[in-house]
C-alpha cells in the first residue's frame, strides 16, 4: 500500500478547521473517550492510557494510507472537538466517513458541516466511488445524520474482530448519487 503525503492537509468550512490531528489534540481527545454517551456506539470508553493509543490510530492511518479521520477544529474556540472523514481499518466493510464528536458540539450541525467536507475531499482527493457509514442500530442521531447526508440504510453489515458481534447497519452512497444530489441544491 503506497500512502501520498497529505500530512499538511487542511479543510476549511464557515465555522470549522479540518487537519490532521496534533499531540495538543489528545487532551481533548481524551475527553471524548471517557465520556460514556459519546463513546456509547463508537466501541466504549477508554482509560487515558487506552486513550493515547487509539490517539495514534489517525495520525499513523494518515502516514501509511494517506488519510485519516480529520481532527475537527472549532474557528471560534480553536478547540478539538472531534474526529470527522475517512476511515478504512484492515477488514473494515468499505471505504468509510465516519465521525465522534465531544458532547458540547452535538446539536450544533458541526458533524453535518465537516462530514460533507470530508465527503468531497474522499471523493475529489482519494477518487472513492463509494462512502460508507457503520452505525449500530440503536444510534439514531448517527442515523439522522446519514440520512441528511443523502446516505441511505444498505443493510447489515459486520465489522472486522474484536467488533464482530456488535451489530451494525451499513449506511452509504456512490459518488454518482452524492454529486447528483449536490448539483440539485
Known amino acids: 500500500?503506497?500512502?501520498?503525503?497529505?500530512?499538511?492537509?487542511?479543510?476549511?468550512?464557515?465555522?470549522?478547521?479540518?487537519?490532521?490531528?496534533?499531540?495538543?489534540?489528545?487532551?481533548?481527545?481524551?475527553?471524548?473517550?471517557?465520556?460514556?454517551?459519546?463513546?456509547?456506539?463508537?466501541?466504549?470508553?477508554?482509560p487515558r492510557a487506552a486513550a493515547w493509543r487509539k490517539f495514534l490510530q489517525m495520525p499513523g492511518a494518515w502516514v501509511l494510507q494517506g488519510f485519516g479521520m480529520f481532527a475537527v477544529i472549532e474557528k471560534s474556540s480553536g478547540e478539538?472537538?472531534?474526529?470527522?472523514?475517512?476511515?478504512?481499518?484492515?477488514?473494515?466493510?468499505?471505504?468509510?466517513?465516519?465521525?465522534?464528536?465531544?458532547?458540547k458540539a452535538w446539536g450544533k450541525g458541526y458533524a453535518l458541516e465537516a462530514a460533507t467536507a470530508?465527503?468531497?475531499?474522499?471523493?475529489?482527493?482519494?477518487?472513492?466511488?463509494?462512502?460508507?457509514?457503520?452505525?449500530?442500530?440503536?444510534?439514531?442521531?448517527?442515523?439522522?445524520?446519514a440520512r441528511r447526508l443523502g446516505s441511505r440504510n444498505r443493510g447489515p453489515g459486520k465489522l472486522p474482530a474484536p467488533f464482530e458481534?456488535?451489530?451494525i447497519e451499513i449506511w452509504g452512497q456512490t459518488r454518482d448519487e452524492w454529486n447528483a444530489r449536490r448539483a440539485q441544491r
Not at 124 to 136: Q, Y
Open 1 to 46: 500500500m503506497s500512502a501520498v503525503n497529505r500530512l499538511d492537509t487542511r479543510l476549511e468550512t464557515p465555522r470549522l478547521l479540518l487537519r490532521v490531528q496534533r499531540a495538543e489534540d489528545f487532551d481533548y481527545f481524551a475527553e471524548l473517550q471517557s465520556d460514556e454517551e459519546a463513546c456509547r456506539y463508537i466501541g466504549g470508553t477508554s
Open 118 to 145: 470530508a465527503i468531497d475531499w474522499a471523493f475529489d482527493e482519494l477518487g472513492w466511488t463509494d462512502v460508507i457509514h457503520s452505525i449500530d442500530y440503536e444510534n439514531f442521531g448517527s442515523q439522522e445524520l
Open 80 to 103: 478539538w472537538i472531534g474526529n470527522i472523514g475517512p476511515w478504512q481499518p484492515e477488514g473494515w466493510p468499505g471505504t468509510e466517513v465516519g465521525w465522534a464528536l465531544r458532547r
Open 165 to 167: 458481534d456488535v451489530p
